[in-house]
């Protein structure tokens, strides 16, 4: 199956046809990524606080989406030498700027469903990172998830590494460097 990407950026000035393609999208397996299209994505449109894209197959069905931001992260003594240099190019950098994928969520409101994969989600959203990577540099993707034991394998079998160990009800983070995604 083919499939096109859209910025919703490109249908701000039609709020109402967004919220009519947003109410075809169900997310049954995590709520907060259901509601953060339908609630929240146009207001962090506007504000610039990240990029909402919509992926939609050949037969004009909504078949996922990916937000998209820059992250600050202040990288704390826990995390490994390694994974320090992985994400800020030194060991000894204690922040850097980073690649966010904040949101991803297929659509299984759509009858197509198994067709479409959560790795060429995520592949379509590094896709766009490695178009800002040319544009302004950078140099590794950070996702957060939830402690779920799916979660966790899928971000690991696209290749991501968990940057540190959970503490309390925080999200788990992981990253990936962008040279190894080239």
Do not use: W
Request: charged share 25%.
């Amino acid at each position: 199956m083919r499939y096109m990407t859209v910025s919703i950026r490109d249908y701000l000035d039609d709020e109402n046809l967004l919220c009519g393609i947003f109410e075809t999208f169900s997310c049954p397996k995590n709520k907060d990524i259901e509601d953060f299209l339908k609630e929240k994505s146009i207001d962090f449109e506007k504000k610039h606080f990240s990029r909402t894209y919509l992926v939609i197959d050949e037969h004009r069905n909504l078949a996922g989406y990916f937000t998209l931001a820059l992250k600050a992260m202040n990288l704390d003594k826990s995390v490994s030498n390694r994974l320090r240099k992985l994400v800020s190019g030194y060991s000894n950098k204690p922040d850097s700027a980073i690649y966010l994928i904040g949101q991803l969520g297929k659509n299984y409101a759509n009858p197509y469903v198994k067709q479409f994969s959560g790795d060429s989600l995520i592949n379509i959203a590094v896709d766009y990172i490695n178009e800002a990577q040319d544009i302004v540099g950078g140099r590794a993707i950070l996702v957060e998830c939830e402690n779920r034991k799916l979660l966790m394998e899928f971000y690991e079998r696209c290749g991501f590494q968990q940057l540190s160990k959970q503490t309390g009800d925080a999200l788990l983070t992981y990253v990936i460097s962008l040279d190894k995604l080239h």
